[in-house]
């Protein structure tokens, strides 16, 4: 991130009581992962973001700061220790470094040195700067003192329950990006900075906000036992280390094509492999930056075996190593059949027909399985899909209270419907057929939700460019409502379709964004245009207008409604 804050504050200056006897000669930050001091993990995360002076305070055991940092450096940074004779706490500790912000420095980092956290934090510096708080906490959704309270608008509205506000509640990360108005405010006195937090925000309603963190890794080390665990699961070999030559070699194969990836993304790299008879597989390796990736293997043979959903059989796996060996299903999928000249409904049909099997079972089939499946669709899902949206495609830009209503008011519909388990990502590239008939993959991200979502995923997938889309899209609506046992009216049917649509949509296209943008995959920015576009006929068809209206603007070109 090009203008990201050149300055950081790490709070490093804590006695680390809860940690002794650990501590008793070691600052908390400084305790060893991996042979390194854990704080590094924070300071590589900024510096790559753009972080090029860390100010860190010290109290307990000074001269192991010193030790870590001998000639002030870490890299290309410049690394300043603030001692603090008597300890000032997490206020006086930041208002004690405030003279140290130069003019440059419009925005401050602030972290605290305990913390573990895959965080994207150059999104949450967007999200601050676009959004005009004077701070923004990073927040997460579950924790063991979720005890600030966010508006639905992003506003913090209470911290410690001390307002006695009932927004929801969410967790502090230990991590918040100020500005230097902010920093310079804060009053030199021996106290949490929870305390200036909580005088901000009940002097100017927004002044606080939220940037709600759903990255996969979070540690807030407070007992000696979580401390060792985490050591131990960091300290492990690394899963999907493993080459794709060896992993194949290990299951008896050798890949089929040289080093050719047939897929990736999400942290998995997929090879077609052969043994020395001829019989194909697929070589999935994965790794754990998406902790779904260690359940494909068990969700694939529930849904197989107990479901009777199609399904890829897995014929191997490593979970240690994180490989998968899959039945190979050849290289047709839906998206790809629809570039021929003639609609493959067929196909379409054969997947409506199988998704709905695993709403109609899918309760059922994983109660008991040991299975923990990811998080289910409820108010915190569909606010992060509506958050990833804003963050990604408006740039952090919150829309009018008008959009924002439209877009909140589509979970409360969803939410009112029947709790099926659902694909949650169920669009043409991951619907596989062979010889006519549909065959599910990409599977770990299932979860309990609305059946109405995996039927708009398909019907308004991004990736289905056909001119006659629109009507195709009609009969998918049509031969969803058959084989989902719709008791109801065809327009209430309709209705709940598209408004599922759109929620789907403002989450696909926040991907696209995001993947483009933050993660240098310009390949996913060719589909947003589409994505707008679909979103502006889902919006118009489920009465969200202004929704519409914005998506179009987008877009940058008006999107025929076909009904």
Partial sequence: ???????????????????????????????????RPMVLQAMEKLRAAGTRRFLINTHHRPEAWALAFPDGRFGDAEVKLVHEPVLLETGGGLANIAGLLGEEDADLVVWNGDILSSCDIAAAVAHHRANGGAATLVVREQGPNRNVRIT???????????????????QYAGICVA??????????????LVEHFLRCLQAEAGSIQGFLDASPHWHDLGTIEEFERVKAEQERPVRGAITSAEAARAHGYELAAGDEVLKGGSGRRFHRVRKSTGESAVLCVYDDSRPENLLYGDIAGVMRDKIGVQVPQVLAEDKAAG??????????????????????????????????????????GFAGSGITLMEAFGPNLYQWERQYFQDNVLGGRRPDRAVADEMASLAKQLMGQPVVTIHRDFQSQNIMVREGSAWLVDLQGLRHGCMFYDYASLAFDPYLTRPDMDLW???????????????????????????????????????????????????????????????????SLCGRRRLARLAEDLAGAPAKVSR
């Fill in 1 to 35: 991130m090009p203008d990201f804050p050149r300055t950081a504050f790490l709070l490093g200056a804590g006695l680390g009581t809860r940690l002794r006897p650990l501590t008793e000669n070691c600052p908390k930050p400084l305790l060893p992962i991996g042979g």
């Fill in 152 to 170: 639905d608008e992003g506003f913090v509205t209470d911290l410690r329950d001390r307002v006695g506000t009932t927004d929801p509640a969410y």
């Fill in 179 to 192: 500005t230097k108005a902010f920093v310079q405010g804060v009053p030199p006195a021996t106290e949490s």
């Fill in 323 to 364: 490989v998968l060996v899959l039945e190979d299903l050849g290289d047709s999928d839906l998206c790809s059949l629809t570039q021929g000249p003639e609609f493959p409904w067929t196909a379409f049909a054969s997947a409506l027909e199988q998704v709905a099997g695993l709403h109609r079972h899918g309760v059922d």
């Fill in 473 to 539: 899209r009609i009969e998918i609506e049509d031969h969803a409502r058959e084989v989902s046992g719709w008791n109801g009216s065809s327009d209430e049917f309709s209705h709940l379709f598209h408004v599922a649509a759109t929620q789907r949509l403002l989450q696909a296209c926040g991907a696209y964004a995001f993947l483009g943008h933050k993660k240098g995959r310009p390949e996913y920015l060719a589909h947003l245009p589409q994505g707008l576009r679909n979103l502006t006929i889902a919006a």
